[in-house]
């Protein structure tokens, strides 16, 4: 089956403008969650979609936001970009968010010029 | 979430068995152990989770010490593939599972 598929692989973005990120989890996944990973912070949670509802919130500012889809296709999105938001973004989908293991997309690459 | 502590790295020998240690000192009864691996520029993979046994699958074997308050996760016969970061998280059951909080990790690298 297919993966967990995250569009667009690489982006590069000036500072002040917005950007929408795009996951599609396996199918039958309703749990999706999302990361930012740069190479001083590490891996950190930004949210977690469940039957189109936010379920958990991470400590990031409210210019980060996402949304899920009846179809369990989630997005989200940075407003107002600054140097700092360059990052790796990360999708992670499972079943119900439970005790099953999360499985990730490859992720898209942020560059903010 | 329990906050896990992992040596910043490590190095095996190739075709010996890679055992990385987690601890979680303050893992509460609900709370399962996770392993996940990320090699350079993929996103992270599931490796195996468990909650107080000892759990194998085909990828490696993960140990839980009785009181649960430290985990290794042994890679039987390492191959310069396994070379990657290794996170080891600690997730409680319910809605709160999906704010997963992934530490350092320990970058391992195998050697020929």
């Known amino acids: 089956k297919a993966g967990v598929t995250q569009t667009p692989r690489y982006l590069i973005k000036t500072r002040g403008q917005q950007v929408t990120l795009s996951c599609s989890p396996i199918?039958?996944?309703?749990?999706v969650s999302w990361y930012q990973q740069t190479p001083g912070q590490g891996l950190q949670f930004l949210f977690e979609y469940f039957s189109e509802t936010q379920r958990n919130k991470g400590n990031f500012p409210g210019r980060f936001s996402g949304r899920q889809f009846s179809n369990s296709r989630s997005e989200m999105n940075v407003s107002t970009l600054e140097l700092g938001d360059s990052a790796l973004y990360l999708c992670a989908s499972s079943l119900t968010g439970n005790n099953y293991g999360y499985t990730f997309g490859s992720g898209t690459r942020l560059t903010v010029v | 979430d329990a906050k896990t502590t992992q040596p910043p790295s490590m190095d095996c020998a190739e075709g010996r068995a890679a055992n990385l240690p987690c601890n979680h000192s303050?893992?509460?009864?609900?709370?399962?152990v996770y392993w996940y691996r990320q090699i350079h520029s993929q996103g992270p993979q599931y490796i195996i989770h468990g909650l107080k046994n000892n759990e194998t699958n085909e990828m490696a074997s993960l140990i839980i010490t009785e009181d649960r308050k430290s985990s290794t996760l042994i890679l039987p016969h390492a191959t310069l593939r396994d070379t990657a970061v290794y996170y080891c998280i600690v997730r409680v059951l319910g809605t709160n599972a999906g704010k997963s909080t992934f530490g350092d990790g320990t970058t391992l690298t195998v050697k020929p």
């Open positions: 303050t893992i509460s009864g609900n709370e399962y």
């Open positions: 199918s039958g996944h309703r749990s």
